[in-house]
């Protein structure tokens, strides 16, 4: 997979090519087919929204086989028969966000801070549980933080191209920023008590389905496997765990961000 800033990158799939050329078509260098039949009726009526879509951006396009596309995205990937080469990804910056934010913002916002989540896939899944439950933003770390690839758009649906990505150069900045903006942040933990941290932070973990989320709500999910970092802790107004039982010790970071993302949205509804 080509993912070189200078030469773009190819995101392939249906739904996220057809997300990208809804949302930011100049950013497309190229549509790639693969195993187009061009006179078959049948491939026009399937892809005629990305069709379409390419001919009204004036968008240069290409018929692979299957064995040449492989060339460009990796031998095996399911490409679903289509291929978008994009220029870069663009992330907002804090500043951008938060004048966009301050000018359209409503009283029940929330956005999520991932702590060092490296891992592409669960990135993508996690933007797309983002963008289903309606958040104002999601926010990355510029370094010790998967970047917006191929993976991460067909795992995501081609939803990170809905959701606004926010690139900051520092976590903890970032959250006390977002204090400033009138957010209380939330830490997702997967214990109940961390005594090392008691007596500088004495907060302790609350299961979420106790805890009193406010109507601004930012929620901070650590790495996988290791959880929230220190220093995310002790920029946290409050940590938050979810209640498991049979043994179970953790759930996949993709999942305990769904999970507490709709525990917000439900925790809202019920106080209107």
């Not at 799939?13 to 809804?22: A, M, S």
């Not at 995205?73 to 990804?89: D, I, M, P």
């Not at 913002?105 to 592409?120: A, G, M, Q, R, Y």
């Not at 946290?236 to 010790?249: A, K, N, R, S, Y």
Request: charged share 25%; net charge neutral; glycine share 6%.
């Amino acid at each position: 997979m080509n993912n070189n800033k200078n030469n773009g990158f190819y995101i392939y799939g249906k739904n996220p090519v057809t997300e990208l050329l809804k949302g930011n078509s100049k950013n497309v260098m190229e549509v790639v087919f693969v195993d187009f039949g061009k006179d078959n009726n049948t491939d026009k009526h399937d892809f005629s929204e990305i069709i379409q879509a390419v001919k009204h951006a004036k968008i240069s396009t290409r018929y692979l086989s299957k064995k040449e596309a492989e060339l460009l995205v990796g031998e095996g990937v399911r490409t679903q028969r289509v291929l978008a080469k994009l220029k870069t990804f663009k992330y907002l910056d804090f500043k951008d966000w938060k004048d966009s934010f301050k000018k359209n913002s409503v009283e029940d916002s929330l956005v999520l801070i991932l702590d060092k989540i490296e891992d592409p896939q669960n990135f993508g899944a996690i933007v797309r549980s983002a963008g289903a439950a309606g958040v104002s933003a999601v926010f990355v770390a510029n370094a010790s933080q998967a970047p917006v690839t191929a993976t991460v758009f067909k795992t995501s649906a081609g939803v990170v191209t809905k959701v606004p990505i926010v690139q900051v150069a520092n976590i903890s900045d970032t959250l006390e920023k977002l204090k400033d903006l009138g957010f209380w942040n939330y830490g997702v933990d997967l214990v109940e008590a961390d005594n090392e941290l008691e007596e500088k932070y004495p907060k302790v973990s609350k299961s979420m389905w106790d805890q009193e989320f406010d109507n601004k709500t930012a929620l901070v999910v650590g790495a996988e496997g290791s959880g929230l970092s220190r220093i995310a802790k002790e920029h946290c107004d409050f940590l938050v765990h979810i209640p498991m039982e049979g043994g179970v010790e953790s759930l996949n970071v993709s999942v305990a961000a769904a999970l507490t993302m709709y525990e917000w949205r439900r925790h809202i509804a019920k106080k209107k």
